[in-house]
């Protein structure tokens, strides 16, 4: 079974405050993805990438940068936290050796910022 | 901006019954099309995958395609209350930079007792 993990399920941080979001797949992937999801917006797309270190911005990348210094890892930074940012984060992976696109998530880090 | 449309619902079903859920797409070159199902407060989990036009059945679970008409739905025979969740439609563009998927915003389906 493919296992997305995610460093936090809940997380608390201050205005301003550096934070780091971190994702671990088992499976291999080449893909990995970091999404936002907010009521009535749906899913987001901040940034994802196709291989180490290659990282492609998605919908919504202001205010975040990410690292993929490692197959398996990817990590989302929000450089400066802001208000806005409360919201769920959603990691997943996927393969391009299997052209299916098939996608799977971690279980979402929902993060507040106060 | 490929988009992806789905009825917000709620779509509300009593226990035992058929669900329909709709997605429409339109990206008429989209190949590949997915269903994901979401309860409150989870991350998706994927459902079903269809890549041909027709029907694809899983148990329960009945996904249909119809890329002339840019229409894929999801058909959830012998409802349960359990499957009261918000299903997510994804669509993978053929022309895809980095294999990213074009979700729907969800209908929120509740299965009545």
């Known amino acids: 079974d493919v296992k997305v993990t995610q460093s936090s399920r809940y997380l608390v941080k201050r205005t301003g405050e550096k934070v780091f979001l971190e994702c671990v797949q088992d499976?291999?992937?080449?893909?990995m993805f970091w999404y936002r999801q907010d009521p009535g917006l749906g899913l987001r797309l901040i940034y994802f990438s196709y291989d180490v270190k290659m990282k492609e911005k998605g919908d919504i990348p202001e205010g975040y940068s990410v690292s993929r210094e490692k197959k398996e890892r990817f990590s989302l930074i929000l450089e400066s936290a802001s208000t806005n940012q409360t919201s769920m984060y959603l990691c997943a992976s996927s393969s391009h050796r299997r052209t299916t696109y098939e996608q799977y998530f971690g279980p979402g880090t929902r993060l507040t910022v106060t | 901006q490929k988009e992806v449309e789905q009825n917000s619902g709620p779509l509300s079903v009593p226990e035992g019954a058929i669900a329909s859920l709709n997605c429409t797409y339109s990206?008429?070159?989209?190949?590949?099309f997915f269903w994901y199902r979401q309860y409150s407060g989870k991350s998706p989990e994927l459902i079903m995958s269809?890549?041909?036009?027709g029907d694809k059945e899983d148990g329960r679970f009945t996904a249909q395609l119809n890329k002339a008409s840019q229409y894929v739905s999801l058909l959830i025979r012998d409802s349960q209350p359990s499957d009261s969740a918000t299903y997510l439609c994804?669509?993978?563009?053929?022309?895809?930079?980095?294999?990213?998927?074009?979700f729907g915003k969800g209908t929120s389906l509740l299965v009545t007792p």
């Open positions: 269809i890549y041909s036009n």
């Open positions: 994804a669509v993978a563009p053929y022309s895809n930079s980095g294999y990213a998927l074009n």
């Open positions: 990206d008429r070159v989209s190949q590949s």
């Open positions: 499976m291999d992937h080449e893909n």
